[in-house]
């Protein structure tokens, strides 16, 4: 039978951040919509009915998946590597620079934003169609001239009230947005590897790093001194960006143009300040290996992770 349940957040990644580091091990999981938190094993969290399922003549419809379970299974190799002998390089670096290019372009809200996006492209293209009768009677006409089937029936008075009334939904195919984050990963890709990597260590007075749902985080090194305008858009090939990646709940890296490949041991500071980055851009969910992580607050102070959702509601 095939599987149907289909994993945006792998499951060997995630397992990383789990008590025992292993796939039947349980996360702790904060559910920042609901404000509750409950525990599971890695393959009941980060996926979706039929997220790589892919609808083309003469392909398979699992090629997608079974092509990435591949894929997973080598960056499962990588990432246990790295957590055992530090080494990000060669073989190692470079499918787990992939493994963060593809969380990177990839998961429901993604698409969502990016459906909103196009549809609204879409819609000012309506927009102007439909800003006349005579320029929509030239696009049907050309339309029919391009041998394209079209409904007479439907009148320019209709098309313009059903437009103007809103009530519909712009949607575009799974295929297409699997096109689009394929061709996002090209693109990101010689910007990851043409970073340095710092690679940060955890101890057991600092706690262990945190992931999400949303796991790869690119913010501005300095953001006081972006403009305002530019603050929320940095871009992958900006040289004062700076990418966080948790790797696990004991290692963690960070990828600057003007950074050193090193390894350090993060503070409790350093280790909080880096949970709390992760946890600000967090869509749903956040995961952890134990409850009481270390975060910061509004105010500075360094918090217990069994405290966020009395901060939160407070």
């Given at each position: 039978m095939?599987?149907?349940h289909?994993?945006?957040?792998s499951?060997?990644?995630l397992?990383?951040?789990?008590k025992n580091?292993?796939k039947k091990?349980?996360?702790?999981v ?6 509750k938190?409950?525990k599971?094993?890695?393959r009941n969290?980060g996926?979706?009915r ?9 392909l398979?419809q699992?090629?997608?998946?079974t ?22 390089e ?6 787990i ?5 593809l969380f990177?372009?990839?998961?429901p809200e ?8 196009q549809a609204k492209i ?17 696009q ?6 391009s041998?394209?089937e ?6 320019y008075?209709?098309s ?35 970073r ?5 260590k ?5 706690g262990?790093?945190i992931?999400t749902d ?13 403009p305002?305008?530019?603050?929320n ?11 966080y990646f ?5 290692i963690?890296?960070?990828?600057g ?7 350090i ?13 992760i946890?600000m851009?967090t869509?749903?969910q956040?995961?952890s290996?134990?409850?009481?992580f270390k975060f910061?607050?509004?105010n ?12 939160k509601?407070a």
């Amino acid at each position: 039978m095939t599987a149907r349940h289909h994993h945006y957040l792998s499951q060997c990644y995630l397992k990383g951040f789990t008590k025992n580091g292993a796939k039947k091990s349980k996360l702790q999981v904060f559910d920042l919509v609901n404000s509750k938190i409950f525990k599971t094993i890695p393959r009941n969290v980060g996926g979706l009915r039929d997220f790589n399922r892919i609808n083309i003549a003469g392909l398979d419809q699992n090629t997608i998946e079974t092509s990435l379970a591949i894929f997973e299974g080598e960056a499962a190799a990588a990432l246990k590597r790295l957590e055992e002998t530090l080494l990000f390089e060669g073989e190692t670096k470079s499918l787990i620079l992939n493994l963060i290019a593809l969380f990177a372009v990839r998961s429901p809200e993604k698409r969502e934003h990016s459906r909103y996006s196009q549809a609204k492209i879409a819609e000012k293209i309506l927009d102007l169609t439909l800003a006349s009768k005579e320029r929509w009677e030239s696009q049907i006409s050309q339309i029919k001239e391009s041998g394209k089937e079209i409904d007479n029936n439907v009148t320019y008075e209709d098309s313009k009230r059903f437009h103007e009334s809103k009530e519909y939904k712009i949607s575009f195919a799974r295929e297409h947005h699997i096109q689009m984050e394929f061709a996002g990963i090209e693109a990101i890709l010689p910007y990851l590897e043409g970073r340095n990597w710092l690679l940060i260590k955890s101890t057991e007075k600092t706690g262990p790093f945190i992931t999400t749902d949303n796991p790869v985080n690119l913010s501005w090194k300095e953001p006081e001194k972006i403009p305002p305008a530019y603050r929320n858009s940095p871009e992958y090939g900006m040289k004062d960006t700076q990418v966080y990646f948790p790797i696990s709940r004991n290692i963690a890296l960070i990828g600057g143009f003007d950074s050193s490949d090193i390894v350090i041991e993060g503070d409790i500071d350093l280790v909080s300040a880096l949970n709390t980055k992760i946890l600000m851009f967090t869509y749903k969910q956040l995961y952890s290996s134990k409850i009481d992580f270390k975060f910061r607050w509004h105010n500075g102070a360094i918090h217990n992770g069994n405290e966020l959702f009395k901060l939160k509601n407070a």
